[in-house]
T-cell receptor, first 115, second 112 residues
Framework: AQSVTQLDSHVSVSEGTPVLLRCNYS??????LFWYVQHPNKGLQLLLK??????LVKGINGFEAEFKKSETSFHLTKPSAHMSDAAEYFC?????????????FGTGTRLQVTL | DGGITQSPKYLFRKEGQNVTLSCEQN?????MYWYRQDPGQGLRLIYY???????QKGDIAEGYSVSREKKESFPLTVTSAQKNPTAFYLC???????????FGDGTRLSIL
């Protein structure tokens, strides 16, 4: 069975300061891991994905995440927050099922960016 | 421009009424999915389909039905048996089991 724990439901940062969104996972398989972002009343947009290649994954809009197997963590970071980064972020574990995939979502972290 | 189109964006249902949410993709993806999102929660899987004329129940299939008659279309019907249908519904698709899922912009369903 898979599970995802996002350790903070809400994070607030000032514009220009670093962002850290924390995620721990549990999986019976060697997982694929994703971070998605959701703006209000919108669908989910893929930020980045880890699929057992490099442990440091670079994504869109300056975000990156590091896969740490020993800590079962996949934290999302960005060196400098921008106002447009304010949104809900989801950490997701994916396992294959036939030709499809089954996703397990964390409960989300709402990122607030202040001036 | 390839993507997933969900319609309508907002939908209202009367008590005892069935409603159908549309999902169309032009990404040529084999697999399609329906999720439900409630405030403060992650997404929960309702149904998914790996190929045409095939679909499987997800974690919360009760009160919902789907069909997959064409590769590009995967409509979801919310039946009167679904007692708490108010939610944000998201459709997704994927090329195969190793590729990420791509999401539409969702349909918000409310009860009158």
């Amino acid at each position: 069975a898979q599970s995802v724990t996002q350790l903070d439901s809400h994070v607030s940062v000032s514009e220009g300061t670093p962002v850290l969104l924390r995620c721990n996972y549990s999986s019976s398989y060697s997982p694929s891991l994703f971070w998605y972002v959701q703006h209000p009343n919108k669908g989910l947009q893929l930020l980045l994905k880890y699929t057992s290649a490099a442990t440091l994954v670079k994504g869109i809009n300056g975000f990156e995440a590091e896969f740490k197997k020993s800590e079962t963590s996949f934290h999302l970071t960005k060196p400098s927050a921008h106002m447009s980064d304010a949104a809900e972020y989801f950490c997701v574990v994916s396992v294959p099922t036939g030709t499809a995939s089954k996703l397990t979502f964390g409960t989300g972290t709402r990122l607030q960016v202040t001036l | 421009d390839g993507g997933i189109t969900q319609s309508p964006k907002y939908l209202f249902r009367k008590e005892g009424q069935n409603v159908t949410l549309s999902c169309e993709q032009n990404l040529n993806h084999d697999a399609m999915y329906w999720y439900r999102q409630d405030p403060g929660q992650g997404l929960r899987l309702i149904y998914y389909s790996q190929i045409v004329n095939d679909f499987q129940k997800g974690d919360i299939a009760e009160g919902y039905s789907v069909s997959r008659e064409k590769k590009e279309s995967f409509p979801l019907t919310v039946t009167s048996a679904q007692k708490n249908p108010t939610a944000f519904y998201l459709c997704a698709s994927s090329q195969n089991s190793n590729q990420p899922q791509h999401f539409g912009d969702g349909t918000r369903l409310s009860i009158l």
